[in-house]
């Protein structure tokens, strides 16, 4: 039932339209690179250069060799010695220093004497997951030196050593992860903004009722509008993986293959998506902000790619799974950090397949009456 | 031996409660330059977008080409070209882009694609403008841009709804032109207009006010069907001289018409004494006639009266 010829009109038709419009073609080709390399430098969960003062009270070798240590694990960064206690509250209130470390007098007395030396480090808990990781830093720190000091001058075999290995990303660097998944963020947002104009275009031009006029079908106008933007969408998938390795050096050690054949079924639904809400809202404006209010929250808080969707209540982790990235995720952050094939995201592909289906499907229909 | 073209029979469409098209039968013969007069509002295009698919109606039925508008819309579709009101063609493609896309829509054969480009060019006069945007041309070029995109591929009937409005008095004779030259090749033309003068090209004019048929007929007949006597009245202040004449002893319908008023008066009425009468009553007005002739009425004589029979235009 499907002409090619009326099909290949219509996609040849959006290709010249979108060529003369600056806006479409910022969207679809600067926007996914500027949101990646945007969000790639500022999103970072790692906590590392923790603006740290120290109260050094002792004034000794011992004290000055602690601060040493600390300065050399390289997650704190040193930028006040203070001379009172007096000093502590001000700087913390400020924010001048997040982590304060004080060093009481008789310390390094203590350490020769072999007692137990106190230290106090003090924390600003008002962004607690940072003060969390911030107080394991200075932990980690002051238990290996103090193990040193200890066993100056002997050896010691400890009964018990745990090897730990991080796997799939051993630097744990937070870009490794938010990288990939950006990849699966941005498109999902960059496909439905792009095709959210196409028919209520149609419709605020006044084209829509000559094209109505003529013997097309409304599924050779849908698939006739798709095609075009799901090239530009695995151009930007290709461009962004290219961008994510080369600038913020993600491994990828999956299939190239695999993963444009996972994009190409996450995209038709997503563009799909855009369409159903073209046909509804049949203005260019509205569509474009229900494509935003669509895709960009629920895909950035529920798709799991800044909450682990484990840790949500079950409401939301419901919610979840009707959200089309929860899966796209998956395969991206499987097929860069972990090399998986579809042996292991067989689910996800099966999901995607089903979310192109109904995008399209919603498209088609939704067009359809419309029409009549 | 002329068949038929488009038919329809009780034809009706209902927005909530609003009755857009009530009940409306004529059939159309094939060759014929079909013409659709009406107010705004009188459901014109209505029932062209019925004819054309776009619209469902409510009740009644109707074929175009032998198919039925319920049933085979999308075989319509094939065998009509439709010209919207509104200029509704790729403002931001070129002439040839726009051509192009239509021959494709259209299914227009490969091996005929180039002939029946140039055709269109040579037809609409845009062979220097194949290059320039479609949104830069002038309306005028536009309209015969869209009327060429709509014959791409020479479909039998041609739905063409308010083509000229808009268009300059030498662009819309151009048009007509036009119009004329597909007919004489054989197509039906199915066509809504608001001038009078270019009522007078139709072969047969379908008149509805209100959703409802209210004439059909040739332009020479329904000329003939106003039978009372018709006064042209040249006044000092016309404005006015409608209000004094407006339930004027023998006085039918008055009308403006440019500077000057149309009096109908009633059946039977004597011409010579009305306008001996005429003068004095708008003189106790303080309104001075300059002049007071009978005239023959001319279609749109007919179609103000015609219309104001039928509870007049609906004002919105």
Same mark, same amino acid.
């Given at each position: 039932m499907i002409s090619s010829t009326r099909l290949f009109a219509i996609s040849r038709k959006e290709l010249l339209q979108l060529r003369r419009d +600056?806006? *479409?073609?910022?969207?679809?080709?600067?926007?996914?690179?500027?949101?990646?390399?945007?969000?790639?430098?500022?999103?970072?969960?790692?906590?590392?250069?923790?603006?740290?003062?120290?109260?050094?009270?002792?004034?000794?070798?011992?004290?000055? @060799? &602690?601060?040493?240590? /600390?300065?050399? *694990?390289?997650?704190?960064?040193?930028?006040?010695?203070?001379?009172?206690?007096?000093?502590?509250?001000?700087?913390? @209130?400020?924010?001048?220093? =997040?982590?304060?470390?004080?060093?009481?007098?008789?310390?390094?007395?203590?350490l020769g004497a072999g007692r137990t030396a106190a230290l106090q480090a003090i924390v600003d808990g008002s962004d607690a997951n940072t003060a969390t990781i911030a107080l394991g830093y200075t932990d980690a720190v002051v238990r290996t030196w103090s193990s040193r000091v200890a066993l100056r001058g002997r050896s010691l075999t400890p009964p018990v050593t745990a090897e730990s290995r991080v796997w799939f990303n051993e630097e744990l660097a937070s870009r490794n992860m938010i990288v990939p998944g950006l990849v699966a963020v941005i498109?999902?947002?960059?496909?439905?903004?792009?095709?959210?104009?196409?028919?209520?275009? @149609?419709?605020?031009?006044?084209?829509?009722?000559?094209?109505?006029?003529? +013997?097309?079908?409304? /599924? @050779?106008?849908?698939?006739?509008?798709?095609?075009?933007?799901?090239?530009?969408?695995?151009?930007?998938?290709?461009?962004?993986?290219?961008?994510?390795?080369?600038?913020?050096g993600v491994p990828f050690r999956g299939n190239a293959g695999l993963l444009m054949i996972l994009s190409f079924l996450f995209l038709t639904?997503?563009?799909?998506?855009?369409?159903?809400?073209?046909?509804?809202?049949?203005?260019?404006?509205?569509?474009?902000?229900?494509?935003?209010?669509?895709?960009?929250?629920?895909?950035?808080?529920?798709?799991?790619?800044?909450?682990?969707?484990?840790?949500?209540? +079950?409401?939301?982790?419901?919610?979840?799974?009707?959200?089309?990235?929860?899966?796209f995720l998956v395969v991206t952050r499987g097929i860069f950090l972990k090399g998986v094939g579809i042996e292991v995201l067989g689910t996800q592909a099966l999901l995607m397949i089903a979310f192109a289906t109904a995008g399209l499907a919603l498209a088609v229909v939704k067009f359809r009456k419309e029409l009549e | 031996m002329s068949e038929t073209a488009v038919e329809v029979e009780e034809l009706t469409k209902v927005f909530g409660d609003f009755k857009a098209v009530d009940g409306v039968s004529f059939a159309v013969a094939e060759r014929e330059v079909f013409g659709f007069l009406g107010p705004n509002g009188a459901g014109k295009t209505t029932t062209i977008k019925m004819l054309t698919g776009l619209l469902a109606p409510t009740s009644g039925r109707g074929s175009v080409a032998g198919l039925d508008i319920r049933r085979q819309s999308r075989e319509i579709k094939r065998h009509i070209g439709y010209m919207s009101q509104l200029f509704s063609l790729y403002a931001d493609l070129t002439v040839e882009e726009n051509i192009a896309f239509f021959s494709g829509l259209y299914g227009v054969p490969r091996e005929r694609r180039a002939q029946r480009r140039d055709w269109v060019l040579e037809m609409a006069g845009?062979?220097?403008?194949?290059?320039?945007?479609?949104?830069?041309?002038?309306?005028?070029?536009? =309209?015969? &841009?869209?009327?060429?995109?709509?014959?791409?591929?020479?479909?039998?009937i041609l739905f063409l709804d308010e083509p000229t409005s808009g268009v300059d008095p030498i662009s819309r004779r151009g048009f007509w032109d036009l119009i004329y030259a597909l007919a004489a090749g054989g197509t039906t033309v199915f066509v809504t207009t608001h001038y009078m003068e270019e009522a007078e090209y139709c072969h047969r004019l379908a008149l509805m006010n209100r959703g409802k048929l209210i004439a059909l007929d040739t332009p020479a007949h329904l000329r003939e069907t106003l039978r009372e006597p018709l006064l042209e009245i040249r006044v000092s202040d016309a404005t006015r001289a409608v209000e004094a004449l407006e339930g004027a002893p023998g006085v039918a319908q008055v009308g403006l018409f440019g500077r000057a008023l149309h009096a109908a008066l009633r059946e039977g009425e004597d011409v010579e004494a009305a306008r001996s009468r005429i003068p004095s009553l708008l003189a106790e007005k303080g309104i001075a006639v300059e002049d007071i002739e009978p005239i023959q009425p001319s279609l749109e004589d007919v179609f103000v009266a015609l219309v104001e029979k039928t509870g007049g235009a609906v004002v919105d």
């Open positions: +600056p806006r *479409s073609l910022a969207l679809a080709f600067a926007l996914p690179v500027l949101l990646l390399i945007l969000f790639g430098y500022a999103i970072s969960w790692d906590v590392r250069n923790i603006p740290t003062a120290v109260l050094d009270q002792d004034r000794s070798a011992a004290s000055r @060799e &602690l601060v040493d240590a /600390l300065r050399a *694990s390289g997650y704190f960064s040193l930028v006040d010695f203070l001379a009172r206690s007096g000093d502590v509250e001000p700087l913390l @209130e400020r924010g001048g220093a =997040q982590l304060v470390l004080v060093i009481p007098p008789g310390f390094a007395q203590d498109m999902m947002i960059i496909a439905a903004m792009l095709t959210s104009l196409t028919i209520a275009r @149609e419709w605020e031009r006044g084209t829509m009722e000559q094209l109505a006029a003529t +013997p097309v079908s409304r /599924l @050779e106008v849908v698939l006739g509008k798709l095609l075009p933007y799901l090239g530009i969408g695995l151009v930007d998938v290709v461009a962004s993986s290219v961008l994510g390795v080369l600038l913020f639904g997503a563009l799909g998506l855009g369409m159903f809400i073209s046909a509804v809202a049949k203005s260019q404006v509205l569509a474009t902000q229900l494509a935003m209010l669509a895709t960009f929250l629920p895909t950035l808080l529920l798709s799991g790619f800044m909450f682990s969707i484990e840790s949500m209540p +079950p409401v939301l982790r419901a919610i979840s799974y009707l959200i089309p990235a929860r899966y | 845009l062979g220097r403008q194949r290059r320039r945007a479609t949104g830069e041309l002038s309306l005028g070029w536009k =309209q015969r &841009l869209a009327l060429g995109c709509a014959v791409l591929h020479e479909p039998p």
